[in-house]
């Protein structure tokens, strides 16, 4: 299986803030990253695919970028609404695989 | 605007059969896998397996001797058969439309199925 390392953990950041969390894969995916965000009670919802496409919807001040198997999202300018978990995922291969998530908080 | 609708038994005893079914409202069912995702209360998502419109399917190797994923062409429906339960299966249940035409992302959710597993 591949292993989808992600970090931090949890972020503690205000509004306005510029932020990036960090997802590692334990081997090649490609560019077969994508990222969600859940709030809590919620279902996941889908915020960047391909690495770095930007959903449909989704506002610009998502963005996502790679290296190698290093994979980065980026919030511009944090938004009140933006907080909430972050998951990576690898469509690489199945069994797919999600990083262990990250929590941003005020 | 694609839907999903999901239902099933919410408690469950250890040794009994977990089934969630998984309804698809509007858009192309035969163009998508169609899976299921978990989420163990205050942890992370693990998928749990895929099934296409052919009855292909695709299980996590942890869960792999007690999944079945069916589907049901007719009625735009799959289903998750999870047996043999524990406390371990405890978790909030996802169907979700992978789109592995553009790279495999899931973008369409249900909204959950709390499944508790207690004597």
């Known amino acids: 299986d591949i292993q989808m390392t992600q970090s931090p953990s949890s972020l503690s950041a205000s509004v306005g803030d510029r932020v990036t969390i960090t997802c590692r894969a334990s081997?090649?995916?490609?560019?077969?990253l994508n990222w969600y965000q859940q709030k809590p009670g919620r279902a996941p919802k889908l915020l960047i695919y391909?690495?770095?496409t930007l959903q449909s919807g989704v506002p610009s001040r998502f963005s996502g970028s790679e290296s190698g198997t290093d994979f980065t999202l980026t919030i511009s300018s944090l938004q009140p609404e933006d907080f909430a978990t972050y998951y990576c995922?690898?469509?690489?291969?199945?069994?797919?695989?999600f990083g262990g998530g990250t929590k941003m908080e005020i | 605007q694609v839907q999903l609708q999901q239902w099933g038994a919410g408690l469950l005893k250890p040794s009994e059969t977990l089934s969630l079914t998984c309804a698809v409202y509007?858009?192309?069912?035969?163009?998508?896998?169609w899976t299921w995702i978990r989420q163990p209360p205050g942890m992370g998502l693990e998928w749990v397996g895929e099934?296409?419109?052919?009855?292909?399917?695709n299980y996590n190797p942890s869960l792999k001797s007690r999944v079945t994923i069916s589907i049901d062409t007719s009625k735009n429906q799959f289903s998750l058969h999870l047996s043999s339960v524990t406390a371990a299966d405890t978790a909030v249940y996802y169907c979700?439309?992978?789109?592995?035409?553009?790279?495999?992302?899931?973008?369409?959710w249900g909204k959950g199925t709390t499944v508790t597993v207690s004597s």
């Open positions: 509007g858009g192309s069912f035969s163009d998508y896998y």
């Open positions: 099934i296409n419109h052919s009855g292909g399917t």
């Open positions: 979700a439309r992978a789109d592995y035409a553009r790279g495999g992302y899931m973008d369409v």
């Open positions: 995922q690898q469509s690489y291969s199945t069994p797919l695989t």
């Open positions: 391909a690495a770095s």
């Open positions: 081997q090649t995916i490609s560019s077969y």
